[in-house]
């Protein structure tokens, strides 16, 4: 996981409900040559599916649940990063206040380390802050080290285990951002340096 070139989102077809919390539709610059992120349409939601089948064979989400997520406008934000017209990489948060809820984030293999997932966690974040919440969570898997690396980039603490939380038997690392304090950042930071 990880992102650069950007564009104005042009907020076509974001299911934004009228009053939901502000959004400027600005995506973060510096993603790699020819990727873009934008906000999933159900136009989109077969692909992501397809690749979500692929990337978590055993945890993979029911093509009904992406539906029923996109629906959900007023506490819900999903993106996707294209490259070519093909879709890369995926994310999703859920905000109800005070906490927003990282709910998926997920890019193609081939395309980790160049600033992808970061893009999409940048943005993710940034939504967080729009919508006003205090901390972001997340579930990580326990034997995922390059998302945990990730996330400490950008300031998220573990708080917590959940034992066996995926099928597959392995745990879960709840890992926390606390938004509006002097050290949390959208800005990736060194990990484990002071």
Not at 5 to 31: I, Y
Not at 87 to 112: F, H
Not at 159 to 185: E, K
Request: some cysteine; charged content about 25%.
């Amino acid at each position: 996981m990880n992102a650069e070139s950007a564009r104005q989102n042009t907020g076509q077809n974001t299911g934004q409900k009228p009053g939901q919390g502000p959004r400027t539709g600005a995506v973060p610059a510096g993603l790699p040559g020819g990727v873009m992120l934008r906000d999933m349409t159900e136009a989109d939601i077969p692909a992501v599916h397809e690749l979500e089948r692929r990337l978590f064979p055993v945890d993979a989400w029911p093509l009904q649940m992406f539906a029923a997520e996109l629906a959900q406008a007023d506490t819900r934000r999903y993106l996707v990063a294209e490259r070519a017209g093909e879709i890369v990489g995926y994310a999703g948060l859920m905000c109800i206040q005070p906490i927003a809820d990282v709910q998926t984030i997920a890019v193609v293999p081939d395309q980790e380390g160049q600033g992808i997932g970061s893009a999409l966690l940048t943005e993710l974040i940034r939504e967080s802050r729009l919508r006003r919440a205090e901390d972001v969570l997340l579930e990580v898997r326990a034997d995922n080290p390059r998302a945990q690396q990730l996330y400490r980039r950008y300031g998220f603490e573990q708080i917590h285990v959940r034992p066996r939380y995926y099928r597959d038997g392995v745990d879960a690392l709840i890992m926390r951002l606390r938004l509006g304090t002097a050290d949390s950042t959208t800005t990736p930071r060194e990990a484990d340096r002071p």
